[in-house]
């Protein structure tokens, strides 16, 4: 609704909004993620500045500070830090504790757990399948051996 509006004949068109962002990635998130969860108006940059990052997409500034006091790295000054390796894995280890997931995760419960991390429900059934091939993976390769000694070793 927000980048839409209505043509003389009824249909929805996009409107002068959905232009300018077109095409346009840092303009949408600042527009997007504008005055939320931390972060600034759209001119302060901040929605540009703490996109989703990392292997949980890590998005808004107050999600960025909170992973910053738990894992003692400055991520609000250097959101790039997420899109590392190192950074990836620290902040989705933090925020999978922080918000304690493994409650969900220990009872299968990968729609809850899913909704906590994403918000929402868009691209659930993708998701869902996906996990349900991982967690088979997983148990699969857990019959065999101690998954993590492969990692370990």
Same mark, same amino acid.
């Given at each position: &609704?927000?980048?839409?509006?209505? $043509?003389?004949?009824?249909?929805?068109?996009?409107?002068?909004?959905?232009?300018?962002?077109?095409?346009?990635p840092? &303009?949408l998130?600042?527009?997007? #993620?504008?005055?939320? =969860?931390?972060?600034g108006?759209?001119?302060s940059?901040?929605?540009?500045?703490?996109?989703g990052r990392g292997?949980? =997409?890590?998005?808004?500034?107050?999600? #960025?500070? +909170? =992973? %910053?006091?738990?894992?003692?790295? $400055? #991520?609000v000054?250097?959101?790039e830090l997420? *899109?590392? +390796?190192?950074?990836?894995? *620290?902040?989705? *280890?933090? #925020?999978?504790?922080?918000?304690r997931?493994?409650?969900? *995760?220990? &009872?299968?419960?990968?729609?809850t757990?899913s909704?906590?991390?994403?918000?929402?429900?868009?691209g =659930? $059934?993708?998701?869902?399948?996906l996990?349900?091939?991982?967690? &088979?993976?997983?148990t699969e390769?857990?019959?065999? %051996? $101690?998954?993590?000694s492969?990692?370990?070793?």
């Amino acid at each position: &609704k927000r980048f839409a509006t209505t $043509d003389a004949k009824g249909n929805s068109v996009p409107n002068q909004l959905a232009l300018l962002c077109a095409r346009n990635p840092e &303009k949408l998130a600042n527009n997007v #993620y504008a005055n939320r =969860m931390g972060n600034g108006p759209e001119a302060s940059g901040d929605g540009w500045r703490y996109h989703g990052r990392g292997w949980i =997409m890590l998005t808004f500034k107050n999600n #960025y500070a +909170q =992973m %910053s006091e738990i894992t003692g790295t $400055d #991520y609000v000054n250097h959101p790039e830090l997420v *899109a590392l +390796q190192d950074g990836a894995a *620290a902040t989705a *280890a933090a #925020y999978w504790k922080a918000n304690r997931l493994n409650a969900y *995760a220990d &009872k299968g419960d990968y729609k809850t757990l899913s909704e906590r991390v994403n918000g929402g429900s868009i691209g =659930m $059934d993708e998701r869902l399948a996906l996990t349900t091939i991982a967690v &088979k993976a997983y148990t699969e390769l857990a019959a065999i %051996s $101690d998954p993590l000694s492969i990692y370990l070793a």
